[in-house]
């Protein structure tokens, strides 16, 4: 009998680091506690205080062994990193950031991951940075069907599908079979369905990213 594995994406890297790590291992150690065929398949997230950061504002600080032992802890489990670069608000003089690209200069094995939204930072880093697989963001809001199926044609590792799709049983189901494997369902969305002010909602958090970041 075919048999699927759930792929799980858990957040997130810093601020709840320990508890993450608590739970793969014991997913490891205890597989009795769980359900059958389950694998945390990244841990998303940042360190404060990324410019580049999206989802989330995050500020604080991270020094650099913090952020290297973090990224080691995580992968030593053969689990990647994904870090969410989806701040709507950057522009390209934004891409000069020092502080983003030693991250991404110090994660860079080709195992762990990058979330983009900009097509401007996902151009950049994709030269400057190739070993990265790429996941296009949800929070791109894309909810038009042809319009996923270009996103599709994009190199791209996954796409995080807007959340109004987890319910309408009818569009999910013209999604091609082949392209399934590359579908992420967002499954903890705070929105209303097809919330008007959920865009403005993100680019507030931007704002409030780039102020953690002054």
């Given at each position: 009998?075919f048999?699927?594995k759930?792929?799980?994406?858990?957040?997130d890297?810093?601020?709840?680091?320990?508890?993450?790590?608590?739970?793969i291992?014991?997913?490891?150690?205890h597989?009795?506690?769980?359900y059958d065929?389950?694998?945390?398949?990244?841990?998303?997230?940042?360190?404060?205080?990324?410019l580049?950061?999206?989802?989330r504002?995050?500020?604080?600080?991270?020094?650099?062994?913090?952020?290297?032992?973090?990224?080691?802890?995580?992968?030593?489990?053969?689990?990647?990193?994904?870090?969410?670069?989806?701040?709507?608000?950057?522009?390209?003089?934004?891409?000069?950031?020092k502080?983003?690209?030693h991250l991404?200069?110090i994660?860079?094995?080709?195992?762990?991951?990058?979330?983009?939204?900009k097509?401007?930072l996902?151009d950049?880093v994709?030269?400057?940075?190739?070993?990265f697989p790429?996941?296009?963001?949800t929070?791109?809001?894309?909810?038009d069907?042809?319009q996923?199926?270009?996103?599709?044609?994009?190199?791209?590792?996954?796409?995080?599908l807007?959340y109004?799709?987890?319910?309408d049983?009818e569009?999910?189901?013209?999604?091609?079979?082949e392209?399934?494997?590359?579908?992420?369902?967002?499954?903890?969305?705070?929105?209303?369905?097809?919330?008007?002010?959920?865009?403005?909602h993100?680019?507030?958090l931007?704002?409030?990213?780039?102020?953690?970041?002054k």
């Amino acid at each position: 009998a075919f048999k699927m594995k759930a792929k799980f994406h858990i957040p997130d890297i810093w601020v709840h680091k320990d508890l993450n790590l608590y739970l793969i291992d014991m997913i490891k150690e205890h597989p009795e506690f769980f359900y059958d065929d389950i694998e945390i398949a990244s841990c998303y997230g940042c360190f404060p205080s990324a410019l580049w950061n999206g989802g989330r504002a995050l500020g604080g600080f991270a020094n650099e062994s913090q952020i290297r032992q973090t990224i080691k802890a995580f992968n030593d489990r053969n689990v990647p990193i994904r870090y969410t670069f989806t701040n709507p608000t950057l522009t390209e003089k934004d891409l000069k950031d020092k502080f983003c690209n030693h991250l991404c200069a110090i994660a860079e094995n080709g195992f762990n991951e990058l979330i983009v939204n900009k097509p401007f930072l996902e151009d950049y880093v994709r030269r400057n940075y190739p070993k990265f697989p790429l996941v296009s963001s949800t929070v791109k809001q894309i909810e038009d069907y042809d319009q996923l199926m270009e996103e599709f044609k994009k190199d791209y590792k996954l796409v995080v599908l807007d959340y109004n799709w987890n319910n309408d049983f009818e569009k999910l189901d013209k999604i091609p079979q082949e392209l399934r494997s590359r579908v992420e369902i967002l499954i903890n969305p705070y929105c209303t369905p097809h919330c008007k002010r959920r865009k403005q909602h993100y680019e507030v958090l931007g704002e409030s990213q780039r102020k953690c970041s002054k």
